[in-house]
T-cell receptor, first 113, second 116 residues
Framework: GDSVTQMEGPVTLSEEACLTI???????????LFWYVQYPGEGLQLLLKATKADDKGSNKGFEATYRKETTSFHLEKGSVQVSDSAVYFCALSDNQAGTALIFGKGTTLSVSS | GAGVSQSPSNKVTEKGKDVELRCDPISGHTALYWYRQSLGQGLEFLIYFQGNSAPDKSGLPSDRFSAERTGGSVSTLTIQRTQQEDSAVYLC??????????????FGEGSRLTVL
């Protein structure tokens, strides 16, 4: 079945460091890919998405490119801030009617000043 | 507010008791999802409701778990004869579009269940 694998955390960085959180997927067909973020004490919220190969999703300085050849959707940010500390979830939708998002296990990011 | 509302936010119960968790989705959202978030396990899909269609129950871990959605709006997740392994945060989400059209899911803050 479809699945998402993301790098284990926690990831600890200093402010202004570069961030990469790896995400790879297994799916039949052509899934849509998502990154969700869960800030402390808040519900998950969509960070960015990409619906077809080579699409780049971006938001709040974060980017991820849908790479079909490597079945990857790595999350990147050039300069992290303390406020980016959160849990990040990679997810996919197989674009079939009546199916739910499949999530990775989440990666905790802690950024210190 | 206008977001997804879940109650209770925290629930502590004794093993063997039944619990009910409530989700009030965003008004007008036709799809409603329940997920379970356990430490180290990520988000586990439980059940999905879309309009008047039969729900997708494929993620429910055992027959002790059930959910209903009344009037296409509020949903209740019921766990019977709770076990310690049921301890987790139960998340509800809703969306306006069926997810295959790459619609966005809106999540509540979750109900944290602790089974002693």
């Amino acid at each position: 079945g479809d699945s998402v694998t993301q790098m284990e955390g926690p990831v600890t960085l200093s402010e202004e460091a570069c961030l990469t959180i790896n995400c790879t997927y297994t799916a039949t067909g052509y899934p849509s890919l998502f990154w969700y973020v869960q800030y402390p004490g808040e519900g998950l919220q969509l960070l960015l998405k990409a619906t077809k190969a080579d699409d780049k999703g971006s938001n709040k300085g974060f980017e991820a490119t849908y790479r079909k050849e490597t079945t990857s959707f790595h999350l990147e940010k050039g300069s992290v801030q303390v406020s980016d500390s959160a849990v990040y979830f990679c997810a996919l939708s197989d674009n079939q009617a009546g199916t739910a998002l499949i999530f990775g296990k989440g990666t905790t990011l802690s950024v210190s000043s | 507010g206008a977001g997804v509302s879940q109650s209770p936010s925290n629930k502590v119960t004794e093993k063997g008791k039944d619990v009910e968790l409530r989700c009030d989705p965003i008004s007008g959202h036709t799809a409603l999802y329940w997920y379970r978030q356990s430490l180290g396990q990520g988000l586990e899909f439980l059940i999905y409701f879309q309009g008047n269609s039969a729900p997708d129950k494929s993620g429910l871990p055992s027959d002790r778990f059930s959910a209903e959605r009344t009037g296409g709006s509020v949903s209740t997740l019921t766990i019977q004869r709770t076990q310690q392994e049921d301890s987790a945060v139960y998340l509800c989400a809703s969306s306006f579009e069926i997810i295959w059209s790459a619609g966005e899911l809106f999540f509540g803050e979750g109900s944290r269940l602790t089974v002693l």
